[in-house]
């Protein structure tokens, strides 16, 4: 048995994800492409947002990786760094993994070159996929992550990948706002089919927020017997809008040009209420995966594994109003101070 299996079979793991917003907002990663160059300009930046996700109650440590493929580097004309972008990215993951005594993973997402019925797209998806497990098989993971795949075909197709290396693999769809898989397959029916495949753990991340993916993630637990891994985006997504593509701010007029994705979403964030009460409401389906996409920082982790009964370092600095010099209610606060409080509220 993995001891991924093992974790998941004695109570919740918790895996932070969001490397590429958080990283954007730190100032280190371009939006538009997208690309983990961070990682060979400033491996000290990302090593610190690796001890920043475990301080925060991640059980986990998540090789920079994602769209650290051919596909994505040929955009920007630096496809021949490609080997030493991963092998740089698992080599400061897993220095922090063992250090920490945490997880290590590595990473592989959607190719962005698949198409389905294609031979030519299927094959180069395959040898991206190969090539990436191949270099975190070397780094000795734990397991793989498979994620934001939109073709279940192409998931499917990961997995095969991760069972050639004889590694236990996660793998998650993102699903847009149609509902299902953009071959058609509703999110239960692909979860199977991975299940079937030899997944350790299937489920949903990215592109929705807590309350458009939580009906979807109850089909799924009801659909397969294997482990579900529930890893949304932290923001207010809603039926009219279900994932964060599809998000306006009614706070500020904007072009369909000028759309809040990716960049300006920031008014849209779920509070760290909203992400507690999403890992206690997974949880109690059966969901023992859990973490955030796009949009999470230590802070909702933090949340998070706090919602789950979890004490992880990060909490010896959690709210303590108590000691507010005007909200505060401690006898150390002098009452002229406490009685300022009404006055800040009112």
């Not at 279900?242 to 300006?264: H, I």
């Not at 209420?273 to 859990?290: K, M, Q, S, V």
Request: hydrophobic content about 40%; overall charge negative; aromatic content about 8%.
């Amino acid at each position: 048995m993995s001891a991924l299996l093992e974790r998941l079979d004695a109570g919740a793991v918790i895996c932070a994800e969001g490397y590429l917003f958080e990283l954007e907002r730190r100032g280190y990663l371009q939006a538009g492409p997208f690309v983990p160059e961070v990682v060979l300009e400033h491996p000290e930046v990302v090593e610190q947002l690796h001890r920043d996700f475990v301080h925060a109650g991640s059980d986990v440590v998540e090789a920079f990786t994602y769209y650290a493929h051919r596909e994505k580097l040929s955009v920007i004309g630096k496809v021949e760094q490609v080997e030493e972008m991963n092998r740089n990215a698992l080599a400061v993951a897993k220095s922090v993994a063992r250090e920490t005594d945490t997880m290590l993973a590595g990473d592989i997402c959607n190719t962005n070159v698949f198409i389905p019925g294609d031979s030519e797209t299927r094959d180069a998806a395959v040898a991206m996929f190969e090539e990436q497990i191949g270099w975190a098989a070397e780094a000795e993971v734990d397991f793989v992550i498979a994620e934001t795949f939109s073709y279940g075909e192409e998931a499917l197709l990961a997995l095969e990948s991760i069972r050639r290396a004889g590694l236990p693999g996660v793998v998650t769809l993102a699903i847009f706002g149609e509902g299902t898989t953009l071959e058609g397959w509703p999110p239960d029916e692909a979860c199977k089919r991975l299940e079937q495949g030899g997944a350790t753990a299937v489920g949903l991340n990215c592109l929705r927020g807590p309350r458009t993916m939580l009906p979807l993630l109850r089909r799924v637990r009801q659909a397969v017997a294997c482990h579900v891994a529930a890893l949304p985006v932290p923001y207010r997504t809603t039926d009219a809008e279900p994932t964060f593509f599809n998000l306006s701010d009614p706070g500020y007029a904007s072009s369909e040009q000028e759309r809040p994705f990716p960049v300006n979403l920031d008014p849209l964030l779920c509070n760290r209420h909203e992400i507690g009460e999403f890992a206690r409401e997974a949880f109690d389906l059966g969901i023992r995966y859990l973490g955030l996409c796009c949009g999470a920082g230590p802070h909702t982790v933090r949340a998070l594994a706090e919602a789950l009964g979890r004490v992880p370092p990060a909490s010896r600095y959690s709210p303590d109003m108590s000691k507010h010099a005007y909200l505060g209610t401690d006898e150390v606060i002098p009452d002229a101070y406490k009685s300022l409080g009404k006055r800040v509220v009112e």
